[in-house]
């Protein structure tokens, strides 16, 4: 299976405070991709990160990418309260269909 | 522009009955995906079709469900004899190529009774 696994499953922390979630997955890709999901409904484009980068960056928003480890990990600096979401990873199996992954819960308490 | 848009948002139907949903996605987007996601829980894909290519139909979960694409654009997706497990949230996205971002829409909520 393409599907990626998020851990932790949930998250909990406080305003200010950093969070990371990691993804691991099991196929060659040819990128990977966070998304973000408020309220159980849409997800909403957080960031991409192609297999031959190693890092990105977008405002508050750290990527890392290691292939070696089929993994990639979210890191969310200074977190608010209206971070909290759940979080996906997203990967094409070497641009096949893109398969997400089970999601991390994060809870920002102010 | 518009974004993706799925019809009906809610969808309340007895076991047994079949159900349409309907997803517009953004006009020129040749890829559109429909996954599925049950309280709490992930998105478990469906269906995927790319321009004019045949569509990856390896996620649907039984013969009872199927999926269109006309001209390109509209998608609608199909269950035949719903089942109370069917029951969760169908959601639509498209992206303007392959493995490019996706556009979600909010998703139509069924709940088989």
């Known amino acids: 299976s393409q599907q990626g696994e998020e851990d932790p499953q949930a998250l909990s922390i406080q305003e200010g405070e950093n969070a990371t979630m990691n993804c691991s997955y099991k196929t060659s890709i040819n990128n990977l991709q966070w998304y973000r999901q408020n309220s159980g409904r849409g997800l909403v484009h957080l960031i991409l990160?192609?297999?031959?980068?190693r890092e990105k960056h977008s405002g508050r928003l750290r990527v890392t990418l290691d292939t070696s480890k089929k993994s990639s990990s979210l890191l969310i600096t200074a977190s608010r309260a209206a971070d909290t979401a759940s979080y996906f990873c997203?990967?094409?199996?070497?641009?096949?269909?893109?398969?997400f992954g089970t999601g991390t819960r994060l809870l920002v308490s102010p | 522009g518009a974004g993706v848009s799925q019809s009906p948002s809610n969808k309340v139907t007895e076991k047994g009955k079949d159900v349409e949903l309907r997803c517009d996605p953004i006009?020129?987007?040749?890829?559109l995906y429909w996954y599925r996601q049950s309280l709490g829980q992930g998105l478990e894909f469906l269906i995927y079709?790319?321009?004019?290519?045949?569509?990856?139909k390896s996620g649907l979960p039984s013969d009872r469900f199927s999926a269109e694409r006309t001209g390109g654009s509209v998608s609608t997706l199909t269950i035949q004899r719903t089942q109370q497990e069917d029951s969760a949230v169908y959601l639509c996205?498209?992206?303007?190529?392959?493995?490019?971002?996706?556009?979600f829409g909010n998703g139509t909520r069924l709940t088989v009774t």
């Open positions: 006009s020129g987007h040749t890829a």
């Open positions: 996205a498209s992206s303007f190529r392959k493995a490019s971002p996706l556009h």
């Open positions: 997203a990967t094409d199996g070497g641009f096949q269909k893109l398969v």
């Open positions: 079709f790319q321009g004019n290519s045949a569509p990856d």
């Open positions: 990160i192609r297999s031959n980068e």
